[in-house]
């Protein structure tokens, strides 16, 4: 378990006077919706978000550090989705924006996806949601408002580096540039990776994710609204488990599917999740990230190859890691061409911006077995799509 940083010790100290809160959990949330008010009128919502931070401060290894983590989460979305109401409520205009041929990058985390959205984000015509957007999502901000919620995305990306230094390393964040829809999506599995709340994955994989997509819609209207029309180019892994969700609120959309061995993907993936819990959780159990993670991410596999079924051709892509992982300068004008985009010399003179590795940051190495998991075990929960990928790989 990697070593707890000086300042997440001290920052865990400051927090423990309110530490006893998570024992009403409930009083907590009636104080969050008493400062966004227009939130207690969006009732569903907010009862989801209730009973996620009644789950959330059940967590007996959750730090202090950990309890504010869920809080902030639960604010934030709240106070998105009562500012998004609000402004379509104002200009009834917003939900006529046309979001025309997106393309959204999808595929199990840890293959590419990243990158792969990064080296989209490298054309004049296509526009990706930046980090501070998806925290603040507004329309055209004041350069006052700018200046406000990129420092507040600066601060966030900064406390991160800070409590866990290892993160950057792995899945480095910027405050400015292309991020991924999970920061805007309101129900995904992503709390598992800040705390172990039992009976999650249950009632996550029941939920009707056809809302959501309206409302990840809604949230690039208005981020469109005023502003110059351009392509959208959008990713997340989370949205492999609702491809039907999504297709049925973009219809026109083309789905970019990355690939890569599973094997390397879970054991890459544990990795990030035992950085980034190690600020929420102490002691943190890696089996328990094992077991968990194998079976959210066979599980989300298994839904996007039921749903790959009636994707028609012409909206999917698969790009094998190869692509970009060995060979970006020679797969990025392949993946351009796949999605009907133009690779010009200008964007092929950025390549280097997104395919470098940070200053500063080490190579990630991970091993399997210190999740209590097997290679065998993997593949066999991966069995269905070991065979795709390996027709992707030949193709």
Not at 64 to 87: E, Y
Not at 145 to 165: C, E, H, N, S, Y
Not at 175 to 201: K, N, W, Y
Not at 342 to 359: D, F, G, N
Request: some cysteine; charged content about 20%; proline content about 9%.
């Amino acid at each position: 378990m990697p070593a707890t940083p000086l300042a997440l010790t001290v920052a865990n100290l400051l927090l423990r006077p309110g530490f006893g809160a998570r024992r009403n959990p409930d009083r907590v949330f009636d104080r969050i919706i008493a400062a966004t008010p227009q939130a207690a009128g969006d009732r569903p919502f907010a009862d989801d978000f209730r009973l996620l931070l009644r789950d959330w401060s059940k967590d007996a290894g959750l730090t202090p550090v950990g309890w504010a983590s869920g809080q902030a989460h639960v604010r934030r979305q709240l106070r998105n989705r009562a500012r998004i109401r609000a402004l379509l409520s104002q200009h009834p205009a917003i939900e006529q924006e046309p979001i025309e041929r997106p393309v959204f990058v999808v595929g199990l985390p840890r293959t590419a996806t990243t990158l792969t959205h990064g080296v989209l984000s490298l054309a004049a015509e296509h526009r990706c949601p930046l980090l501070w957007e998806l925290l603040t999502p507004g329309l055209e901000p004041t350069a006052a408002d700018r200046a406000k919620a990129v420092t507040a995305a600066r601060r966030m990306v900064g406390a991160i580096d800070l409590f866990a230094p290892g993160f950057r390393d792995i899945h480095p964040l910027d405050p400015e540039g292309p991020d991924e829809c999970t920061f805007a999506l309101p129900h995904t599995v992503m709390p598992l990776s800040q705390v172990r709340i039992a009976g999650f994955p249950a009632r996550h994989h029941e939920r009707d994710f056809v809302p959501d997509y309206r409302y990840l819609k809604q949230v690039f209207q208005v981020l469109q609204y005023g502003r110059p029309r351009r392509r959208w180019v959008l990713k997340s892994p989370m949205h492999l488990e609702n491809l039907d969700a999504l297709r049925t609120v973009f219809p026109d959309a083309t789905v970019v599917w990355t690939h890569r061995d599973p094997v390397t993907v879970v054991a890459s993936f544990c990795s990030l999740v035992e950085h980034g819990m190690a600020i929420t959780v102490r002691p943190l159990d890696l089996h328990g990230i094992g077991a968990t993670w194998l079976d959210v991410l066979s599980r989300a596999m298994a839904r996007g190859l039921a749903a790959r079924a009636s994707i028609p051709p012409e909206a999917l892509v698969d790009v094998p890691y190869s692509w970009l992982g060995s060979n970006p300068a020679d797969g990025a004008p392949r993946l351009y061409e796949s999605i009907g985009a133009r690779w010009t010399s200008a964007t092929a003179a950025r390549l280097p911006e997104i395919t470098a590795r940070p200053k500063g940051t080490r190579a990630h190495s991970y091993d399997l077995a210190r999740y209590g998991l097997t290679r065998e075990g993997v593949q066999a929960a991966f069995a269905d799509y070991n065979s795709l990928r390996t027709e992707v790989d030949q193709s």
